[in-house]
């Protein structure tokens, strides 16, 4: 191209620039001797080397060349904008030219055409580009590296590293997991750990089973309940610490679910579907003193039931899970911490921070689009009177959905003295969002009873006996 003969020939620019003014190809002639510069012609210098300075009018061939972004463009010439090298290209325009495949379609004078890849197809102004075939699915999160060894803090050295694969070992072979459990717990914040421990399915189970044992939920003396309590608290924190703020990790778990949900794990009565979602045990003990709500269930360690309840929250991202935990009467299990002792409902200190926690859950997976939560799906439905739930609150038959507005009402009245206690944002938002809720779906049932009346027959005709005639 012309851009490079200048460059060899720097002092023969202007007799060149002469030659293409006069449409001589100087690619088929020979070197003539260098006439003097002309006047006429005005030269761009962004240095003091004469050898990189150009015409400050574009000086066309029959060839495309690159025009420079300070260059004017006169009438008359082909011009294209190349996207692969970002750069303007000018020819002169021939009328008398063969056709040329390149050439197809391009405009003539300042009109600019985008030179794509040939394989790029075109798309409307308001559309997408087309993804190619086998293209890698798209994650906010980028590639997840491990911890450098200089990085600092708790998951920044290679001791880290092979205490990690040491604990998980031990964990999935089912030695003794205490320390495997402190280890993992304190571990799993980091993005790069916590999707090491969902994407394997032998630790995700593991932590499972040891967070849903049945000894948590009926304790006794003789069973070694306080270590169950202990190491399901720790299972608990890892699975939450797993999946704060890691999607990835979440993603994991999703996969594994259906497999995971219909594990039968030692020392269990159920399913691990159904037994992840539990929260408060079902059973009365008789030693609290406690009676109807949530049973008097102060036998049971609040921490554990806070770190459960954090677990859950995570796993609620996910809109698999969230539907199931749903569909298993996980709301009237959040109810029953709220509802931990009906004697002094919102007044139990040791219950608070695990209250507070289950709280947060609805507000941030069902009732606050601020904090992520997916509208529409919960509170759905009416409410029993005051008069009916008051009656159930005294009876030990439990807590059910058609309460549940009720107890948060009277679970904030606890704390009407504190008018930024959580429980009255929590019972705000359960209001309006039932409300729009119970519009929307009258909304959905009266628009499909509709279709159903304007897409049958409103009448038919019916043959009577042998008569032939026929009736409406």
């Not at 030990?396 to 429980?423: E, I, L, P, R, T």
């Amino acid at each position: 191209m012309v851009r490079h003969r200048l460059k060899m020939l720097p002092l023969n620019l202007i007799a060149l620039l002469s030659l293409m003014a006069f449409g001589v190809n100087a690619s088929n002639q020979p070197a003539q001797p260098s006439p003097s510069p002309s006047a006429d012609i005005e030269l761009i210098c962004h240095t003091d080397n004469p050898a990189e300075c150009y015409p400050k009018i574009f000086q066309a061939t029959e060839e495309f060349q690159i025009v420079k972004p300070d260059q004017d463009l006169p009438i008359g010439l082909h011009v294209r904008l190349n996207v692969q090298t970002g750069q303007k290209e000018a020819k002169l325009y021939n009328p008398e030219e063969p056709d040329n495949p390149a050439l197809a379609g391009l405009p003539v004078d300042h009109s600019v055409v985008v030179v794509d890849d040939p394989s790029h197809q075109e798309v409307g102004q308001d559309e997408k580009p087309p993804i190619p075939a086998n293209a890698p699915k798209y994650s906010s999160e980028g590639k997840i590296k491990p911890p450098s060894a200089g990085s600092g803090g708790s998951s920044g050295s290679s001791a880290d590293g092979s205490s990690f694969l040491t604990s998980l070992t031990i964990l999935k072979k089912g030695l003794d997991p205490d320390g495997a459990l402190e280890m993992l717990s304190e571990i799993a914040h980091d993005i790069y750990y916590g999707l090491k421990i969902a994407e394997d399915y032998e630790t995700v189970r593991a932590l499972f089973c040891l967070a849903n044992t049945n000894q948590i939920f009926a304790p006794s003396a003789s069973d070694g309940s306080s270590t169950a309590i202990s190491r399901a608290r720790l299972a608990a924190l890892t699975i939450s610490s797993s999946l704060q703020n890691n999607p990835t990790a979440l993603a994991e778990i999703e996969k594994h679910w259906s497999k995971l949900s219909n594990e039968w794990c030692p020392n269990t009565s159920t399913e691990l579907g159904k037994a992840i979602f539990r929260l408060v045990p079902h059973y009365s003990d008789s030693s609290s003193g406690g009676g109807g709500g949530g049973g008097g269930n102060s036998a049971v360690d609040p921490s554990l039931t806070k770190a459960r309840i954090s677990a859950i929250s995570g796993l609620l991202k996910s809109d698999l899970i969230r539907k199931e935990f749903l569909s298993n009467a996980g709301m009237e299990r959040l109810l029953e911490v709220l509802t931990v002792d009906s004697g002094s409902v919102g007044q139990n200190e040791d219950w608070e921070p695990a209250q507070r926690r289950a709280g947060l859950l609805v507000l941030d997976n069902f009732l606050d689009p601020d904090m992520g939560a997916k509208l529409g799906e919960w509170p759905i439905g009416t409410q029993a009177s005051d008069q009916v739930c008051v009656q159930e609150n005294k009876s030990d038959a439990g807590v059910s959905a058609q309460c549940w507005d009720w107890y948060a009402k009277n679970f904030a009245a606890g704390h009407k003295k504190d008018k930024g206690h959580w429980s009255h944002e929590l019972v705000k938002k359960l209001g309006e969002q039932r409300k729009v809720n119970n519009s929307n779906q009258a909304k959905k049932q009266q628009k499909s009873a509709k279709g159903k009346v304007n897409g049958s027959e409103p009448w038919k005709k019916v043959k009577k006996g042998g008569s032939g005639k026929e009736e409406l």
